[in-house]
């Protein structure tokens, strides 16, 4: 059974910061791609980052450019999302998800997401 657990979130003041974590299960994580994906109240779920299976290739979208960074630690089986000067648009449940990088870039998100950690961006 593949489980990924998020943990990390939380209320912020504009312009802090916070580190998301992914905790995966299994043996799965070091030979897949990984994705963060966020959700706001009323919008679809949106893609904010991915990184290649070897962490050697991230993507990011275009409003977290330059603020997020992704990271992946195989020996952990454990992803990471920094998220620095965060603003009150970064609101939003936040899910990591595992797959295949070639999905990912197809907009096509592998089939196990975590259960999501809520961040508020808020003064």
């Known amino acids: 059974q593949v489980q990924l657990v998020e943990s990390g979130g939380g209320l912020v003041q504009p312009g802090r910061s916070l580190r998301l974590s992914c905790a995966a299960s299994?043996?799965?994580?070091?030979?897949?791609?990984m994705g963060w994906y966020r959700q706001a109240p009323g919008k679809q779920r949106e893609l904010v980052a991915l990184?290649?299976?070897?962490?050697?290739?991230?993507k990011y979208a275009d409003s977290v450019k330059g603020r997020f960074t992704i990271a992946k630690d195989n020996a952990k089986n454990t992803a990471y999302l920094q998220m620095n000067n965060l603003k009150p648009e970064d609101t939003g449940v936040y899910y990591c998800?595992?797959?295949?990088?070639?999905?990912?870039?197809?907009?096509?998100?592998?089939?196990?997401w975590g259960q999501g950690t809520q961040v508020t961006v808020s003064s």
């Open positions: 299994g043996s799965f994580f070091s030979v897949n791609a």
């Open positions: 998800n595992v797959g295949a990088w070639g999905d990912y870039v197809r907009d096509r998100p592998g089939n196990y």
């Open positions: 990184i290649s299976s070897h962490g050697i290739t991230e």
